[in-house]
Nanobody, 114 residues
Framework: QVQFVESGGGLVQSGGSLRLSCAAS????????MSWYRQAPGKERELVAS????????NYQDSVQGRFTISRDNAKNTLYLQMNNLKAEDTGIYYC???????WGQGTQVTVSS
């Protein structure tokens, strides 16, 4: 079955960095567009960044452009999100997802203290 295991979250001060990982299994990872989503307390889940199946094109939410970098390693079935210059508003649970599959992992918590 399709599974996502997100990791790498934690508590960091404003301006700090984290690198998230998402280990995927149960489907042909290398053929799917992959995305990172996040859900802040009391808010709806939102799209943060996406990457094509071969990693040749990426897209970012305006608020993270220039600070976050999405990447993937198809040989390892793993998706990454490098987050730099973190801000308090980046706090939330981060999830990875394959488009158009409707499966979610447990997410990883990111907390940025100001």
């Amino acid at each position: 079955q399709v599974q996502f295991v997100e990791s790498g979250g934690g508590l960091v001060q404003s301006g700090g960095s984290l690198r998230l990982s998402c280990a995927a299994s149960g489907f042909a990872f290398e053929t799917y567009i992959m995305s990172w989503y996040r859900q802040a307390p009391g808010k709806e889940r939102e799209l943060v960044a996406s990457i094509t199946s071969v990693g040749d094109s990426t897209n970012y939410q305006d608020s993270v452009q220039g600070r976050f970098t999405i990447s993937r390693d198809n040989a390892k079935n793993t998706l990454y999100l490098q987050m730099n210059n973190l801000k308090a508003e980046d706090t939330g649970i981060y999830y990875c997802k394959a488009w158009p599959l409707e499966y979610w992992g447990q997410g990883t918590q990111v907390t940025v203290s100001s």
